[in-house]
């Protein structure tokens, strides 16, 4: 499987990630993670990386997509792999087709998750409550909901383009969500 997961904040993206790459044996590639990686790592590209995000500022398309071709071209993926916060807008998608073809591999699907805004700001804001996170109040959280509708959103316009878009509800209990992304995976 080689599968993009897109959805707004608080779809469940990341409990439902956990729970299909155990069921589909490939790894969950995060762009976090691959930050994370490679600023503590020390890469040129965690370097860079980390000016950016040192002065607050989102790490430019050049920089993440090079991180990203760096994941997808080491062994553990060869199988499939799952793709959690990337890409972020069209362009990215584009870069992702390209990478992937140098690699003589395609998508297989793009899942997006689906919630409505309120009840996600209402699971955001619990969550925030339960971890402590005083920043996450509900004008911040819709913020985040309308850049993400502004920016991201698109991406789910582009695969469904390509005939790739699989528009999963990501509302109810966690097993009925991970049933209904299982069976459009599968499909």
Known sequence: ???????????????????LVERYGVPAISTGDIFRANVGGGTELGRRAKEFMDAGQ???DEVT??????RLAQDD???????????????????LDTMLAELGVALDVAVELTADVDVVTE??????EIEGRADDTEPVIR???????????????????????????GLGEIDEVTARLVAAIDR
């Open 143 to 169: 913020k985040r909901l309308e850049v993400y509708a502004e920016q991201t959103a698109p991406v789910a316009a582009y695969y469904a383009d390509k005939g790739l878009l699989a528009q999963v509800d």
């Open 77 to 95: 993926v060869r199988a499939g792999f799952l793709l959690d916060g990337y890409p972020r807008n069209p362009e990215q998608a584009a870069v």
């Open 58 to 60: 989102l790490v430019p």
């Open 123 to 128: 699971r955001l804001l619990k969550r925030a």
């Open 1 to 19: 499987m080689r599968a993009v997961l897109l959805g707004p904040p608080g779809a469940g993206k990341g409990t439902q990630a956990a729970r």
């Open 65 to 70: 997509n090079a991180m990203v071709r760096d």
